[in-house]
């Protein structure tokens, strides 16, 4: 069970590294500040999409840290 635990951790590290690659670079600047930024543009439903899935799999990786940082599962 624990090197299940292991190997979810290392591909969803992995996943997480290309998901957070494949974001596109927002460039707010200045105007990130107050959230300015956001009056102008919208979110594609292909980022919006990216966006979920990058939180899942931070979710799964962050399980999956604190069951092996507090031993959990031995």
Wanted: charged residues 10%; contains cysteine; hydrophobic residues 60%.
């Amino acid at each position: 069970m624990l090197t299940l635990i292991w190997i979810l951790q290392v591909v969803s590290a992995l996943l997480l590294i290309v998901l957070i690659l494949m974001h596109s670079p927002k460039g707010d600047g200045i105007a990130g500040i107050g959230n300015a930024a956001q009056m102008f543009t919208s979110q594609k439903s292909a980022e919006k999409g990216l966006n979920k899935l990058t939180a899942i799999v931070a979710t799964i990786f962050l399980v999956c840290v604190f069951i092996l940082g507090f031993g959990i599962i031995k």
